[in-house]
């Protein structure tokens, strides 16, 4: 139990465009999800925490109007990277959170972006 | 603030002998605890964790933790390495009323036959 998946696990963009990400949780039930983010040999950066039907709590020094998140259902959130820059090519991870409140985090997969 | 400290980068093993890598935390509340580990272009699984209780905690793929609270560490410790443990290694903590996990730089672990 307690899986995660993430669509698609890797994407190649051109610059300027926008590419959705999808975190889904397979068989709960997540009122919390995290979407985090990884660059090469370093540690999780967390970027956003997003509740079901609200907006999303983003960290500091990163920008909502880029990174856009949507947590529509209480088992899927998205991540919409707009206007691509090479800068953002990075490994993107996002977590969910069970409704019991407990405070373990169940990763998915992670999704690899390259923008060229 | 918060902090989780992994202080060793890279560490280097034979198949067969033990294994600890440390982690050390700063948390101002009672701290949730976690080992997670992460293969070359995957996911993190969950190793194991602490909320409260014994402070040994026994997880998967043989692993298990101490959570020492005078110490502020929660060392991962195993006793014979196998050449599939290669991976990196993340501490992380949480704590009552953060909704969020803060993770530590990670342990880069290579095993040699």
């Known amino acids: 139990g307690a899986v995660v998946s993430q669509h698609p696990s890797w994407v190649i963009c051109k610059s300027g465009t926008s590419v959705k990400i999808e975190c889904r949780s397979l068989?709960?039930?997540?009122?919390?999800m995290f979407w985090y983010r990884q660059f090469p040999k370093q540690s999780l950066m967390l970027m956003a925490t997003?509740?079901?039907?609200?907006?999303?709590?983003?960290e500091q020094g990163v920008e909502k109007d880029k990174f856009l998140i949507n947590h529509a259902s209480l088992t899927l959130s998205t991540l919409t990277v707009t206007s691509a820059h090479p800068e953002d090519s990075s490994f993107y991870i996002c977590?969910?959170?069970?409704?019991?409140?407990?405070?373990?985090?169940?990763f998915g997969p992670g999704t690899r972006l390259t923008v060229t | 603030a918060q902090s989780v400290t992994q202080p060793d980068i890279h560490i280097t093993v034979s198949e067969g002998a033990s294994l600890e890598l440390r982690c050390n935390y700063s948390?101002?509340?009672?701290?949730?605890l976690f080992w997670y580990v992460q293969s070359p272009g995957q996911g993190l699984q969950l190793l194991l964790k602490?909320?409260?209780?014994?402070?040994l905690v026994q997880g998967i793929k043989g692993f298990e933790a101490e959570f020492k609270r005078s110490q502020s560490s929660f060392n991962l410790r195993k006793p014979s390495v196998h050449w599939s443990d290669a991976a990196e290694y993340f501490c992380?903590?949480?704590?009552?009323?953060?909704?969020?996990?803060?993770f530590g730089t990670g342990t880069r672990l290579t095993v040699i036959p």
């Open positions: 948390y101002g509340a009672t701290p949730y």
């Open positions: 997003s509740n079901e039907g609200s907006k999303a709590t983003y």
């Open positions: 977590s969910a959170r069970a409704m019991d409140y407990s405070y373990e985090q169940y």
């Open positions: 992380a903590v949480g704590a009552t009323g953060a909704n969020n996990l803060f």
């Open positions: 068989d709960f039930q997540a009122t919390t």
């Open positions: 602490y909320f409260s209780g014994d402070t």
